[in-house]
């Protein structure tokens, strides 16, 4: 098992480009969520999936989009990307009803 | 969502006992308390989860008292690897809405 993969793990975009931060886990996990770290800070919410077809809004969804068509695929869209943006960005998945996350080890992403 | 309150530093020496306590006053009946660890550069990772009482495993201990308005991780004979930052949750089973705090930053020195 490879768990959850993120990929790419470094990127630098310019301000206004768009990018999909991927992120695939094979645990056959239905939930799937992706987080942002900004330096020294905690890790905030932007978008969850319970299920294939199914997200929703976390606490700062603004500037994301993620649709989820596969169970094991999640990816997180920067349509137009900002430097308020430049974060480390952590995907999870975890069983349906469970409570233990797991993570992958993060796509680290400058907004110039 | 039960708010929870953690201090936001730590400092411990090789070879002691860390208490880390983490308040949740407004914890609600079916909420658990699970405490994730994060080491630098890495996605943070679950150590241990409980209702009440005591719960241990191999990596920590974790206290709740009678009201559940807080919660004690321990990490017995800390090492410089333990060097870490140290998440408190409280949720019901099944939350999809898991965001997590500021969390506590713990330095370990020689």
């Known amino acids: 098992n490879a768990g959850v993969t993120q990929t790419p793990k470094f990127q630098v975009l310019k301000t206004g480009q768009s990018m999909t931060l991927q992120c695939a886990q094979d645990?056959?996990?239905?939930?799937m969520s992706w987080y942002r770290q900004d330096p020294g800070m905690g890790l905030r919410l932007i978008h969850y999936?319970?299920?294939?077809?199914?997200?929703d809004q976390g606490e700062v969804p603004n500037g994301y989009n993620v649709s989820r068509s596969t169970t094991e695929d999640f990816p997180l869209r920067l349509l137009s990307a900002a430097p308020s943006q430049t974060s480390v960005y952590f995907c999870?998945?975890?069983?349906?009803?469970?409570?233990?996350?797991?993570f992958g080890s993060g796509t680290q992403l400058s907004v110039l | 969502l039960a708010k929870t309150t953690q201090p936001i530093s730590m400092d411990s020496y090789e070879g002691q006992e860390v208490n880390i306590t983490c308040s949740h006053n407004?914890?609600?009946?079916?909420?658990?308390i699970t405490w994730y660890q994060q080491f630098p550069s890495q996605g943070p990772r679950f150590i241990i989860q409980?209702?009440?009482t005591k719960v241990t495993n191999e990596v920590a201990s974790l206290f709740i008292p009678a009201d559940r308005k807080s919660s004690t991780l321990s990490l017995p004979r800390v090492s410089l690897s333990d060097t870490a930052v140290y998440y408190c949750?409280?949720?019901?089973?099944?939350?999809?809405?898991?965001?997590f705090g500021a969390g506590t930053r713990l330095t370990v020195k020689p």
């Open positions: 645990m056959n996990h239905e939930y």
């Open positions: 407004n914890i609600a009946t079916n909420d658990y």
């Open positions: 949750l409280v949720a019901p089973p099944n939350n999809n809405d898991m965001r």
């Open positions: 999936s319970v299920g294939a077809g199914i997200t």
């Open positions: 999870a998945s975890r069983i349906g009803g469970g409570e233990k996350l797991f």
């Open positions: 409980g209702y009440k």
